[in-house]
């Protein structure tokens, strides 16, 4: 754990402190990614850990690629996530405002059969 200071700043700036303050290589290969606003972090970090603080909300990764080591890269996309089912609706079989139409005592009984299974006992 290092001591880390970068101020909100571009990608390639704040990578360029990283390293220095905490000694790792970091690097990217895409020079689109330097103009890439990255926010503040301070604090006793790993490179590591300052690195996943730095690209929150970016939609880049850190990906160790050695001990002490990371590339910068565009995240994976995330495959479309299903949409929730909304909550169920919980079935009032006696709404407040009107009375039952069928008593249980009333309602239609069903009528089972036991089955016998081979080797159970009675």
């Given at each position: 754990?290092?001591?880390?200071?970068?101020?909100?700043?571009?990608?390639?700036?704040?990578?360029?402190?990283?390293?220095?303050?905490?000694?790792?290589?970091?690097?990217?290969?895409?020079?689109?990614?330097?103009?890439?606003?990255?926010?503040?972090?301070?604090?006793?970090?790993?490179?590591?850990?300052?690195?996943?603080?730095?690209?929150?909300?970016?939609?880049?990764?850190?990906?160790?690629?050695?001990?002490?080591?990371?590339?910068?890269?565009?995240?994976?996309?995330?495959?479309?996530?299903?949409?929730?089912?909304?909550?169920?609706?919980?079935?009032?079989?006696?709404?407040?405002?009107?009375?039952?139409?069928?008593?249980?005592?009333?309602?239609?009984?069903?009528?089972?059969?036991?089955?016998?299974i081979p080797g159970a006992s009675r």
């Amino acid at each position: 754990m290092a001591p880390i200071d970068i101020p909100p700043s571009r990608l390639d700036a704040a990578i360029r402190l990283l390293s220095a303050q905490s000694g790792a290589s970091i690097g990217f290969r895409d020079a689109r990614l330097s103009a890439q606003r990255v926010p503040a972090v301070r604090g006793r970090f790993t490179a590591g850990q300052a690195l996943e603080r730095l690209l929150l909300g970016t939609r880049l990764q850190a990906r160790r690629v050695a001990p002490n080591t990371y590339l910068i890269e565009p995240a994976p996309k995330r495959a479309a996530q299903p949409r929730p089912l909304a909550p169920r609706a919980r079935r009032n079989l006696h709404p407040p405002s009107s009375p039952p139409t069928r008593s249980w005592s009333q309602a239609p009984s069903a009528t089972f059969r036991s089955a016998s299974i081979p080797g159970a006992s009675r």
